[in-house]
């Protein structure tokens, strides 16, 4: 394999890359293994799913920028499916669960609308992805979209649950102060907009370097 350096960048705009699909195959599979959790009763399965999820989710963002393919669409779809699976997971969650209702449902506002619609900001900017928030708003990237923030932002709240359920309101703490965080969040970009309107991700009219 050619090493990272000798990689021509994919076009932003570009609809096909291997990243997508990796997205797309790990879309399939973790909402297969979510259907035969809400079917058979299984949380196993549900759990299986869950590794799906997390595990492709890594693996179409590493692989997007160790071959440059990062894209426009890319993105988007990504963050749709974060949405889908996560949904699916909590769902079945809660049934197996109903005790855990409280904290389920505030991340659910959190991630599904809220950090949904923060995510897909990026497309106001002539940026490929949330990624690379810290070219609009510094804050914005560091307590959001940085790795760190990422995963604050999509596993700390399932594993409080999964492994510590008789601690639920530190979830439930953790996933409203989520929800503090994106509101401030989408009030600084609110601010920058209004001093400087952006330029949206889809004028972007070439590769990157």
């Keep these: 394999m050619p090493s990272n350096t000798s990689i021509k960048r994919l076009d932003p705009r570009s609809f096909r890359s291997w990243p997508n699909l990796i997205t797309l195959i790990r879309l399939v599979a973790s909402l297969i293994f979510f259907s035969l959790a809400a079917i058979k009763s299984n949380p196993n399965l549900n759990f299986i799913g869950l590794g799906l999820h997390w595990a492709g989710d890594v693996a179409d ?3 997007a ?5 990062e894209t426009i669409l890319g993105a988007e779809i990504d963050i749709i499916a974060d949405r889908l699976e996560s949904v699916f997971f909590y769902l079945n969650f809660l049934r197996f669960n ?11 506002i959190d991630f599904a609308f809220i950090d949904f619609y923060l995510s897909y ?3 106001k900017y002539p940026i490929i992805s949330p990624n690379y928030f810290y070219l609009v708003d510094r804050r914005v990237y560091l307590y959001n979209f940085s790795p760190f923030a990422k995963f604050c932002n999509s596993t700390v709240v399932a594993l409080l649950l ?4 008789q601690w639920q309101i530190l979830a439930t703490l953790f996933a409203f102060g989520l929800i503090m965080v994106k509101m401030r969040s989408i009030f600084w970009l609110r601010e920058k907009a209004a001093l400087n309107p952006p330029v949206p991700a889809f004028y972007i009219k070439e590769a990157e370097p």
Aim: hydrophobic share 60%; charged share 10%; no cysteine.
């Design 61 to 63: 963002g590493l692989l």
């Design 65 to 69: 920028r160790r071959i440059k393919q």
């Design 98 to 108: 109903p005790h855990l209702f409280l904290p389920i449902i505030i991340y659910l």
């Design 121 to 123: 900001q990026f497309i």
């Design 162 to 165: 999964i492994f510590a359920p």
